[in-house]
Structures are given as C-alpha cells and as structure tokens.
C-alpha cells in the first residue's frame, strides 16, 4: 500500500528533486556564484513496468530536443530556460512560452539544415494530461484535432515538402508565435485563427482544381464550432497554447514529417 501511495504520487513523493552549487576560482579562494534547484518532472506517474518504459521514451524524446540548444546562442538560451522552469515548478505556463517559441526556432532551423526535433503528440498527451487531467476532453475533441492537423500540415509539413520539391501549399511562416501572442485576448486570436483557416482552405481548394490527389483535410464549420466551444469554456489562452503544441509536434510512426 505505502509502495502504490507513492507511485501514484510520483517521482517527487520520493525525490523532490536536486540542488546544485557554481564555484568560481578567484585564486586564493572559490566564490559561491550560482545555488539551484531543479525539481523532479510532476507529470510522470509511473505504475507499471509498462509504464516505466513509456515515460522513459518520452524523457528520451523530451532530452533529445534540449540536447540540439547551445548555451552560445541567446535564443536557444531562452529555450533552455523555459524549458528548465516548467520542469522544475510543474507549470504549463512556461511550457507553452516554449512550444510558442520553440515552433519559430523548429521552422527556422530545419529552414538551414536538417536538424530540429518534433514532440511526439502521444508524449505530449501523456505530459500536458498528467499535469492537469481536463485538458484530455480538450486533445479528444475532433475540432481541436483537426484543427491542430491544419496547423501541422501548414507549417512543419509544407516544409518538409517543399525541401522534397513539392511546392504546392505554402508554409506558414510564423504561424505558432502569431497565435499564441494574439491568445490572451479573444477577440484578437479568434481573428487571427479565421484568418489562417481561409487561407488555409482556400490552399486546399486551389489544389484540388488543379492537381491530382491525395489531398489534405480542409477545416470544416463544425471544426470550427467545436473551437469556438472549447474557448468559452477554456478559455483562448489556454486552446490558443495547445493547438500551437499540439500543431507542431508529430504522430507517433509519423505520417506527417
């Protein structure tokens, strides 16, 4: 019983996590100049041997995406220290100012070379649900879904297409940073998304008159009512978030590069 109190408590109900001290050599003496904390993830429950293994994948995954930042870089620093706030204090607020910025940094390096690591959305689900258990009626809804596959197919996809010479839809530069700057005011991001689904739309139907298939999914009206729906009841800051993390990552054995 003591053994499954804390497995279903976590990680920190063990470990609350690691402080860590950084000592300059001043020549006769070493300064203290830096004392840390970095708690331990709140969002991993492990329960099972099963279990075990799938969190394990996803601290892989989440490891293999901070390991592509250098500490040289000014912008890839303010990653690094988003990323550092929200494992350390558990709240999505700075996870989701580091998907936001993360999708610009994503675009823009794979723009330059071949580097630039997606979240898988199985992981993602698996963080953002644990850490707060609403949130699944929000990823389950087909709206969100399929607006979140919108966004995917308009930005990391149409990339990858056009490196591969396939240049008929556009990529939607700066998509991500523009819809989570206008989510804190309604009326601001419910512009900002309607703007993006008619010219997403209006994308698709253009192929379709004069290409070939297989085509992309086109966002329909009651895609957007189920949007519409999940912001009164969220709220736009918090749908505005998610759809840009969501939008960003990838399907597990990916179907969408």
Do not use: C
């Not at 989701?96 to 979240?119: D, I, K, P």
């Not at 609403?134 to 308009?154: C, P, S």
């Not at 192929?207 to 992309?216: A, K, L």
């Amino acid at each position: 019983d003591v053994l499954q109190t804390l497995l279903d408590a976590g990680p920190r109900a063990v470990i609350s996590g690691f402080e860590s001290a950084f000592y300059k050599d001043l020549g006769q003496s070493a300064a203290t100049m830096n004392i840390s904390v970095l708690n331990l993830p709140n969002w991993i429950h492990v329960q099972s041997s099963e279990a075990a293994k799938d969190y394990l994948e996803a601290l892989e995954e989440h490891e293999s995406i901070v390991r592509q930042f250098r500490e040289d870089r000014g912008d890839e620093i303010e990653l690094l220290g988003l990323y550092r706030d929200f494992m350390s204090g558990g709240d999505l607020e700075p996870f989701f100012r580091f998907t936001a910025s993360y999708s610009s940094w994503l675009v823009s390096e794979r723009e330059r070379s071949n580097r630039g690591r997606q979240f898988t959305t199985s992981n993602l689900r698996r963080l953002l649900v644990n850490t707060d258990p609403r949130l699944a009626d929000i990823i389950e809804n087909e709206g969100f879904q399929r607006v979140a596959y919108a966004i995917r197919q308009a930005t990391v996809t149409a990339q990858y297409r056009k490196k591969q010479g396939d240049r008929r839809y556009d990529v939607h530069y700066g998509l991500g940073q523009r819809l989570a700057r206008k989510a804190p005011k309604l009326e601001d991001f419910v512009a900002e998304l309607m703007d993006f689904v008619r010219a997403y739309n209006n994308e698709n139907a253009q192929v379709m008159e004069t290409r070939t298939g297989p085509y992309r999914w086109s966002i329909r009206t009651t895609d957007v009512e189920e949007i519409v729906k999940l912001i009164d009841r969220y709220g736009s800051r918090l749908i505005g978030n998610m759809l840009v993390a969501y939008g960003y990552a990838r399907e597990p054995y990916d179907r969408d590069p």
